[in-house]
């Protein structure tokens, strides 16, 4: 099962999840949405046939979608929490997540880390922790918090945590916060 969380426009999610169902239906695609009452302009999307690179690699590509959402992040593993803190969460991805992650990729390539939680503070810590872990097991890689080759994003919303380690590639991931505009040379 794949799921992809995405975010657009606050109090437009009702609007926007009856968008991407009917527009992914066109392609063959069934999915269902997930809107979270609490936290406006955040969805999650999940469809039981395709796994979540593929599902976001539809959604970004379909250029309506990418005109309605803000990010559209793949979620590799997700995770219910009673009572989440940025301890615990940092704690779940430091026993649970990463040691199922093949960190040799980072091997001489750039990555960041960047934690957005809604709900609970404490994402810098999220990040520096998870960062300086990342840094320990693969002293080879390199921080680029500017266009990163690799990203670990983790976002939390109430209780609902999900993860993403991959590619920082704009045909999976649309994360506006570490995919700078490219420039342009004449």
Known sequence: MGKVLITTEAFRERKVAEEVENLLALRGIEVSTKIFERFPGVLLVESRHLDSVRLSRVMINTAHIRRIVRKVIPVLRDYMLKSPSYVDVTVLILEDFLPRVDLCAL???????????????GETYCEKLLGYYVKRVVPEARV???????????????????????????????????????????
């Open 107 to 121: 091997r001489g390539k750039t990555f960041c880390v960047r934690c957005r939680f809604r709900g609970v503070r």
């Open 144 to 186: 680029s918090l500017e266009e990163p080759e690799y990203v670990l994003l983790v976002e939390l919303v109430g209780e609902w945590c999900g993860v993403y380690f991959g590619p920082n590639d704009r045909s999976v991931l649309l994360y506006p916060d570490v995919q700078r505009a490219r420039s342009r040379q004449v």
